[in-house]
């Protein structure tokens, strides 16, 4: 069993979906295959081709020389890149059949596949939910290339739909404590494709258990790597604003990097040995941490 963190980046890495095979193949890596059935032709010749180097004006451009005559030719001045004939296929963007691939996900995950309907900029209802404590809540799918339209997306979403719903991300990497905290007042689940998509030996796709980042003390199951809760980072933020620290001093104190810091204001997980650093730093359990509480020292009435 292994997951498919390649394939669902390549969903936001590549803008519309749309890119020459070769790109695909590139972006995907070793999941290529789960996405090379649901690649369709357009009729549209791509405009650049990817290289194994990187000089400046490469990738290489594609010319098309009629004739269903193809190449890649390397941007260089010197053009140092070999250039590579193309078939008319290989020059061609392929467009990803987002629903085709989405269908056996959805299925892995008790989710009854519909035909797939765009809602707003970003955002699909792809199905219903056959899980036991969110049955036929509507499931939207969310993609987005960055982090502002992911925002925007999700911001909508909230707006226009009053009751629960699920939402599915291929990946965490747009996902802000922020978004987060909007999602988790109007409980809504998300269900992410990057951490919860696996592929058996058979290749065919499994659902692995929730990450549970806030688990209830207690319960029994392998310990997460890295841990956090909005709680915890809105307690981090206001330690530091009441013992007027910078960033980079309460870093030092805490034993982590300033990037590592920074990374965890901004998504609220952290390694569990940096957070339990942290924690100490604050005289308070890392426990504690997690459910907001500050050492008494800090008073509370400080907070605006
Ligand atoms: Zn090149």
């Known amino acids: 069993m292994r997951k ?35 690649l369709q032709p357009t009729d549209k010749i791509g405009g650049r081709y990817p290289c194994p180097n ?10 098309d020389y009629d004739e269903d005559e193809f190449a890649a030719i390397c941007q260089d001045e010197h053009q140092r890149c ?46 219903l939910s056959e899980q036991t404590h969110t049955r ?25 739909i009053s009751d629960s719903f ?19 007042d109007r409980r809504v ?37 890295s841990v956090g809760s909005y709680e915890a980072v809105a307690a981090v933020k206001h330690y530091i604003q009441a013992r007027g620290l910078s960033q980079t001093e309460f870093s030092i104190q805490a034993g982590v990097s300033e990037r590592t810091l920074r990374s965890f204001l901004a998504k609220g997980k952290m390694r569990r040995s940096s957070l339990d650093g942290v924690a100490r730093a604050m005289g308070v359990t890392l426990e504690q941490l997690l459910r907001g509480e500050l050492p008494p020292s800090v008073k509370r009435s400080a907070r605006r």
Do not use: M
């Open 189 to 225: 689940e998300c269900l992410c494709l990057e951490d919860q998509v696996l592929v058996d030996e058979q290749g065919e796709f499994r659902w692995a258990r929730t990450v549970e980042t806030r688990r209830a003390a207690g319960e029994p199951g392998p310990v997460p790597r």
């Open 54 to 63: 990187s000089f400046s004006g490469c990738p290489r451009r594609i010319i």
């Open 4 to 38: 498919l963190p390649k394939l669902w980046r390549a969903l936001e890495g590549i803008p519309g979906l749309l890119a020459v095979l070769e790109v695909w193949r590139q972006e995907c890596g070793e999941d290529f295959e789960y996405a090379r059935p649901y």
């Open 82 to 127: 070999e250039r590579v004939p193309l078939t008319r296929r290989e020059a061609l963007i392929h467009r990803l059949d987002l629903a085709g691939l989405l269908r056996p996900v959805l299925r892995a995950a008790s989710i009854r596949p519909q035909s797939i309907a765009q809602h707003s900029p970003g955002v699909w209802v792809v199905g």
């Open 136 to 160: 036929n809540f509507p499931v939207y799918f969310l993609l987005a290339h960055s982090a502002i339209p992911h925002r925007a997306a999700v911001n909508r979403l909230l707006l226009d």
């Open 166 to 184: 699920l939402l599915v991300l291929p990946t965490n990497q747009f996902r802000t404590v922020e978004s987060e905290g909007w999602l988790r």
